[in-house]
């Protein structure tokens, strides 16, 4: 009877030591399931961004194609950039791993470039800052790039904060046997490398005409 | 207990010293210059406007965030801080004052920069499909840059604010309450019961009789009238007029930019 009572005692801090790692097992589960839903319903929004100006893209080349004088090169290579954004199949819904993030950011830096480049010849055609519907437009567009850089700054924070999760003890050992994995990045350094290039003042004379 | 030095090893403690002063570093480095979040609808720290136009703006978007529930605000700003993108500055301070409904995200800023000439106009996301960045374009170009030309900042937020609320009046329903009403304000009915009970006792124990106990029972009561009276003095006064509370709206970056 006397030496069954140690035996008792350590089963059941055994049975005490599971039952606190498995309540803290199934906590740092659902923290990482939050997370990694987080990530993703912000790498929505990255796409949705990107997929709005697109969408821009028909409608500013039709009418930029109007203006019989505007500098093909520009629009060849916006067409060029489309062509190769088209060419990258990311699964839907999923964030893409590295290699395929650097693929897609890749070639929608590509396509920024070339935006930006169309709008800065676009300044030296009065008839087009003199259109409503291309300053709209450029509007637009402006405020499209604003909202991928947004959206892609909410996407890194997104992925750091689960990342960060994956990452640490002893949430890993979870992640390890939930199939967790960390998510890739986008490379906010040639993104804001880009983000300035593209200034659209469209249909606003320069500070130094109106002074 | 963790950040006291004395549980720390004493080898360990020139350790520490060096982390934490790291830490204080990073933090002050990260400090953004941002605005402070504003009280009223109308944030203007150089009285750029004159008071009466001020206070005009002010109580129109006060009116407006009752009737639309949509929280529009006027931001006079003397002067972008240093190395700071425009853009970026106006979505990190739209996202510290978290103008709109949490959920409805309808909240909109009018940045006006003084010494920049720039203006900015950051949509919130629910409001965008009703002011999208070509309108807000438009109102910049139309409405703002020419009176600020003139040098007529009243003129320039006034027509920006009506174009604005123009557009986003429809999109969504008030509730005739401002989410810095007060807790009164949002209870009608209660007030009416609390004023009702106050006015009960009143009439109860003034027409009381004379004797010790009624006496006695008076003085306890009218006590405790004059208590129930203050607290709801209290929770009257501080009652909204014209101050803003932000709803935790959020925006994606969406708006248009210009100068003039």
């Known amino acids: 009877m006397n030496n069954k009572l140690p035996l008792l005692g350590c089963l059941a801090l055994l049975v005490m030591g599971l039952f606190v790692a498995g309540i803290g097992g199934c906590t740092s589960y659902n923290g990482l399931v939050g997370k990694s839903e987080a990530v993703d319903k912000q790498w929505g929004q990255v796409e949705a961004a990107y997929q709005r100006r697109a969408d821009l893209i028909p409608n500013l080349v039709k009418t930029l194609e109007a203006q019989a004088t505007f500098e093909k090169s520009t629009l060849t290579e916006i067409a060029n950039a489309r062509s190769s954004i088209n060419q990258i199949r990311l699964a839907p819904g999923q964030v893409p791993d590295e290699a395929m993030m650097a693929q897609f950011e890749k070639a929608q830096a590509q396509m920024s470039g070339a935006l930006g480049r169309m709008m800065a010849i676009s300044e030296n055609y009065p008839q087009l800052k003199a259109n409503e519907g291309f300053r709209s437009l450029s509007d637009e567009l402006a405020g499209t790039e604003n909202r991928i850089n947004m959206e892609r700054l909410r996407f890194n924070d997104a992925a750091q904060v689960y990342n960060t999760s994956v990452k640490r003890f002893p949430a890993s050992i979870v992640a390890g046997i939930g199939g967790f994995h960390p998510n890739a990045y986008f490379n906010s350094a040639a993104g804001s490398e880009k983000a300035p290039e593209v200034q659209f003042n469209l249909g606003q004379p320069k500070r130094a005409e109106a002074q | 207990m963790l950040i006291n030095p004395h549980s720390f090893p004493p080898?360990?403690?020139?350790?520490?010293?060096?982390?934490?002063?790291?830490?204080?570093?990073?933090?002050?480095?990260?400090?953004?210059?941002?605005?402070p979040k504003p009280d009223g609808y109308l944030y203007d720290p150089a009285h750029w406007l004159d008071p009466a136009t001020a206070d005009s703006i002010s109580r129109q978007l006060e009116t407006n965030e009752r009737a639309s529930s949509n929280q529009i605000l006027v931001a006079l700003i003397p002067a972008l801080p240093e190395n700071t993108a425009l853009e970026d500055f106006c979505f990190r301070t739209f996202q510290f004052w978290a103008p709109g409904q949490k959920g409805k995200d309808n909240g909109a800023v009018l940045f006006i920069f003084q010494k920049d000439r720039r203006a900015r106009i950051e949509v919130g996301y629910g409001l965008e499909p009703v002011l999208p960045d070509g309108l807000a374009g438009s109102i910049i170009r139309e409405k703002i840059a020419p009176a600020l030309k003139e040098n007529d900042p009243a003129g320039a937020v006034r027509a920006g604010v009506s174009a604005i609320i123009q557009a986003t009046r429809s999109e969504y329903k008030g509730t005739g309450q401002t989410n810095a009403d007060n807790f009164l304000q949002r209870h009608p009915a209660l007030t009416a019961a609390l004023v009702g009970i106050l006015l009960l006792m009143l009439a109860i124990w003034s027409h009381t009789g004379d004797t010790v106990y009624q006496r006695a029972g008076r003085f306890v009561f009218y006590n405790i009238f004059d208590l129930f009276r203050l607290i709801l003095f209290a929770l009257l006064s501080g009652a909204s007029g014209g101050k803003f509370k932000g709803g935790g709206g959020r925006s994606g970056g969406g708006g248009a930019s210009g100068s003039w």
């Open chain 2, 11 to 35: 080898h360990l403690r020139p350790i520490l010293a060096v982390l934490l002063a790291c830490l204080a570093c990073l933090s002050a480095a990260l400090a953004e210059p941002l605005p």
